[in-house]
């Protein structure tokens, strides 16, 4: 079955320094890879997908990721953290069900805290 | 011009009760989701319709009822509400799965905050 795990379920980080999260997962064909960042009391907005192609994406708001096949992994990045970007950040992995049906399964969650 | 949205935004009820929750989007995509947020930020889907059809069906106790009258709508209906079932319930939608383009992504509505006392 696909999962996805997150190894960090917090990480505090000073603003102006760089941001790395990392992801795994568990796929047996080729992954379709995505971010979301959940502020406080809001919904989910996609920050970038990987679906092929170049290894390396980017997104909004400054946020990279690479996907590493050899290490199963697709690690989000930013290299100068802002205070606005203090949320909760979710990697997710499409699983195809069939014809007309696909669901995200997501990791657990890492908890990003900014000091000033 | 919002694209996906719920109602209410917070729901309070009391155990026992029947509620509804109300989902539209406005991006003229075919397929509707309703994923379920536990209080430990742990993110399942529930279900998942694709022009009105139920496509996936996670088993979910059947007092959750999924109705979706035209594929801009999906609306989920709770039963004899339990302590347990208090959490986010997000609702997210996706155009039509292409292969090989890449319209996988969902996009999530702000979420609503259903609390059972």
């Known amino acids: 079955a696909q999962s996805v795990t997150q190894p960090d379920i917090h990480i505090t980080v000073s603003e102006g320094a760089s941001l790395e999260l990392r992801c795994n997962y568990s796929y047996g064909a080729t992954p379709y890879l995505f971010w979301y960042v959940q502020s406080p009391g809001q919904g989910l907005q996609l920050l970038l997908k990987y679906f092929s192609g170049d290894t390396l994406v980017q997104g909004i708001k400054g946020f990279e990721a690479e996907f590493k096949r050899s290490q199963s992994s697709f690690n989000l990045r930013k290299p100068s953290v802002h205070w606005s970007d203090a949320a909760e950040y979710f990697c997710a992995v499409v699983t195809l069900i069939k014809a007309a049906g696909n669901k995200l399964t997501f990791g657990g969650g890492t908890r990003v805290l900014v000091k000033p | 011009d919002t694209a996906v949205s719920q109602t209410p935004k917070y729901l309070v009820t009391q155990m026992g009760n029947d509620k509804s929750i109300k989902c539209e989007q406005n991006l003229g995509h075919d397929t509707m989701y309703w994923y379920k947020q536990d209080s430990k930020k742990f993110l399942k889907i529930m279900f998942s319709?694709?022009?009105?059809?139920?496509?996936i069906n996670e088993t979910v106790p059947n007092r959750f009822s999924p109705k979706s009258p035209d594929k801009a709508h999906l609306n989920l209906h709770i039963n004899s509400l339990e302590l347990g079932d208090s959490a986010v319930y997000f609702c997210a939608s996706s155009p039509f799965l292409q292969p090989r383009r890449g319209s996988y992504e969902q996009y999530f509505g702000p979420g609503t905050r259903l609390t059972v006392t």
């Open positions: 319709y694709n022009n009105k059809e139920l496509i």
